[in-house]
């Protein structure tokens, strides 16, 4: 799957706005307090890849970890037009080290577009969301992709 000119272009543009509140937005896409919950509240499962985490809303690593994946999106995002190099180490690492089970990226992506919607109510049309929608599905098929 390809994303056209117009969809990257609606990528870029909603990134210089995620990019501003780019910690706020990977924790609560990670963990939200009421009457908002993301990935560890609505898909509890996804919490065995973490013992070893204070997952209390909030904490430092809460916060740090939502960060990176925020940061990764956005390396996809700068590389939109080689998503698989950008993100070839950390494929490895959760399918080889990790071994997070695939799904998880999908529950993820969801998670990351409610958050988007809720900051950016305005902004989050439908064609945006269909961009987004896309672009994470690329990613979650790229991050993906040593599992075969």
Known sequence: MSLTKAEKTIIMSMWGKISTQADVIGTEVLESPPP???????????????????????????????????????????????????????????????????????????????????????DFTADVHAAWDKFLSVVSSVLTEKYR
């Open 36 to 122: 908002a919950r993301r990935l560890f509240t609505t898909y509890p499962q996804t919490k065995t890849y973490f013992p070893h985490f204070d997952l209390q809303p909030g904490s430092a690593q809460l916060r740090a970890h939502g960060s990176k994946v925020v940061a990764a999106v956005g390396d996809a995002v700068k590389s939109i037009d080689n998503i698989a190099g950008a993100l070839s180490k950390l494929s490895e690492l959760h399918a080889y080290v990790l071994r997070v089970d695939p799904v998880n990226f999908k529950l993820l992506s969801h998670c990351l577009l409610v958050t988007m919607a809720s900051h950016f109510p305005s």
